[in-house]
């Protein structure tokens, strides 16, 4: 079967068994596969602290209004469980005895 570049089945003509298998060959990765494993462990160390440094920290007006907020929410979704297991607890208690 063929279409308009040529063979599908077919491997083009003019190129040689060499160049045929060189494009199979799987690739290393540029400088990566080059460095040994301390030199890839100091690079991973340095790629966090560089990313760090990107990080907006919060103030410590927001950090603690951040933290207000969580545990204002956390004591609000205690109590309704509580309220709930509660119910639950009385509702058992009634239809088993």
Do not use: C, H
């Not at 308009?4 to 494009?23: C, N, Q, V």
């Not at 919060?58 to 603690?64: A, D, F, M, V």
């Not at 951040?66 to 929410?73: D, E, G, L, Q």
């Amino acid at each position: 079967m063929t279409d308009a570049l040529g063979s599908i089945d077919m491997p083009e003509r003019g190129r040689s068994e060499d160049e045929a298998s060189d494009a199979k060959k799987p690739r290393r990765g540029g400088k990566r596969g080059k460095k040994g494993p301390f030199a890839r462990l100091a690079l991973f160390y340095r790629q966090i602290i560089a990313e760090l440094r990107k990080v907006v920290w919060p103030t410590r007006g927001q950090l603690s209004t951040y933290t207000t907020v969580v545990i204002v929410f956390v004591v609000i979704v205690i109590g309704l469980v509580t309220v709930i297991d509660l119910g639950f607890n009385e509702a058992v208690k009634y239809v088993f005895g």
